[in-house]
């Protein structure tokens, strides 16, 4: 192989990601994940010597964070225009994928756990929505909302996007979206105003 065209890790982590939010954790194996990434699976393996659970918890965690940084920048402007663009960014997934394509958290969280285990990417999606959940409850705060109220606030919008994003693909359709954003939106406006 050529230097340079060795897949990167972080391309291998996104197309785990990626095929685990269209088929979801237990239906991916790890020579699919690696061949939706373009990689080797000898590559994959190298990176990832612990396997699928390794490589799932990382596509967790990447997809958590790169949904993080929006959400920062996007807060930075106030709670609405945060939900605006969290709303925006799990839109664009559904649409442009033909609503075959979901979030891979949402897919890790609902797979069955072995029994008497919390798999280490069970583990990164509680993180990552706990994640999502402070981010969403610190700007909240800082814009006047009771801090019990900002963080049930912070769990029904997560919960919600995440609920909907499933409705949507099932509907193929982003009627649920639109309902759901129109709701959550005049919630965080009252709750600013309150």
């Not at 000898?42 to 959400?71: D, I």
């Not at 949402?106 to 994640?131: C, D, Y």
Request: proline share 5%; aromatic share 6%; with cysteine.
């Amino acid at each position: 192989m050529a230097k340079g065209s060795t897949p990167s890790r972080e391309r291998i982590v996104a197309g785990a990601a990626d095929m685990i939010s269209r088929r979801g954790l237990s239906a991916t194996s790890i020579r699919e994940m690696a061949k939706h990434a373009k990689a080797p699976l000898g590559s994959t393996y190298h990176y990832f010597p612990e396997g699928k659970q390794q490589l799932a918890t990382e596509a967790v965690l990447y997809m958590g964070e790169w949904v993080a940084r929006s959400l920062r920048k996007e807060l930075e402007a106030g709670p609405a225009e945060g939900l605006r663009a969290f709303l925006a960014l799990w839109r664009a997934i559904v649409v442009e994928s033909d609503f075959h394509a979901g979030c891979p958290v949402l897919a890790v969280a609902i797979e069955e756990p072995p029994a008497g285990e919390t798999p280490p990417a069970l583990a990164a999606a509680a993180e990552v929505f706990g994640q999502w959940e402070t981010l969403l409850a610190d700007s909240l705060r800082e814009h006047g909302v009771e801090a019990e109220q900002a963080t049930q606030l912070a769990t029904l919008v997560v919960a919600a996007v995440e609920g909907t994003v499933a409705m949507c693909r099932a509907k193929r359709s982003t009627q649920p979206l639109d309902h759901t954003a129109e709701q959550l939106q005049a919630l965080i406006a009252g709750a600013i105003k309150g």
